[in-house]
């Protein structure tokens, strides 16, 4: 791991730890700005989610809140150790989408200044969104599992043909030497 890395990440999980913590601990001046969404996503959760998941998920926003702290807690801590650090930044990249638009709904802001505050943290939330993106897909130089197959699928096509090119030189050169060989049997017939 290079040293940007290893600063990056406890940098970038940092936000959503200590948020995180605080949504679990006092998550009642988040409900009211959550509810309108919470109110909206978790009706279509639970009809697109299979029955396991869907009851499992909270009905009241004060639940909801301190559920989505805790996935923050955790996803933060595994992005910042490196252990299960891209599914860690994965799920925090899908927390903050709802996040943002729940705390920072600018174009419903009627003040001109408040609406540029709510605006540039709109905008922060992309920039972080934008982050973890890039730490989800991060594969610290080594080749990702789909190039992986890739390469391993042109590689076995590539080792095929070179097998079945030898083979086909390899019988071609077995009926020559089958063909001299009853053409001397042959001769060898005739002279005796």
């Given at each position: 791991?290079?040293?940007?890395r ?5 940098l970038?999980s940092?936000?959503?730890?200590v948020?995180?913590v605080?949504s679990?601990r006092n998550p009642?001046?988040?409900v009211?700005?959550?509810q309108?969404?919470t109110?909206r ?9 299979p ?11 004060v639940?909801?809140?301190?559920l989505?702290?805790?996935v ?5 801590l595994?992005l910042?150790s490196g252990?299960?650090?891209r599914?860690?930044?994965a799920?925090?990249?899908?927390t903050?989408?709802?996040v943002?638009?729940?705390g ?7 003040d001109k200044e408040?609406?540029a505050v709510?605006?540039?943290?709109f905008?922060k939330?992309l ?8 730490a ?6 080594q ?6 197959a890739t390469h391993?699928?042109r590689a076995?096509?590539?080792?095929t043909k070179?097998g079945?090119?030898?083979a086909?030189?390899?019988a071609?050169?077995l009926?020559?030497?089958?063909k001299q060989t ?5 001769a ?5």
């Amino acid at each position: 791991m290079t040293v940007v890395r290893a600063l990056a990440r406890p940098l970038l999980s940092m936000i959503f730890v200590v948020q995180g913590v605080n949504s679990i601990r006092n998550p009642e001046p988040l409900v009211p700005k959550a509810q309108p969404v919470t109110d909206r996503l978790v009706p279509m959760v639970k009809r697109v989610a299979p029955s396991q998941v869907s009851e499992r998920i909270p009905e009241t926003t004060v639940n909801l809140v301190r559920l989505n702290g805790a996935v923050q807690v955790l996803g933060g801590l595994a992005l910042a150790s490196g252990k299960g650090r891209r599914l860690g930044a994965a799920t925090l990249a899908a927390t903050l989408v709802p996040v943002t638009v729940a705390g920072h709904p600018f174009w419903q802001v009627k003040d001109k200044e408040a609406r540029a505050v709510q605006r540039i943290q709109f905008m922060k939330n992309l920039g972080l969104l934008g982050g973890l993106l890039l730490a989800a897909v991060d594969t610290e130089g080594q080749p990702g599992i789909a190039w992986r197959a890739t390469h391993g699928a042109r590689a076995a096509k590539r080792e095929t043909k070179r097998g079945a090119k030898a083979a086909k030189r390899e019988a071609k050169q077995l009926a020559h030497e089958a063909k001299q060989t009853a053409r001397l049997a042959k001769a060898e017939f005739h002279l005796s």
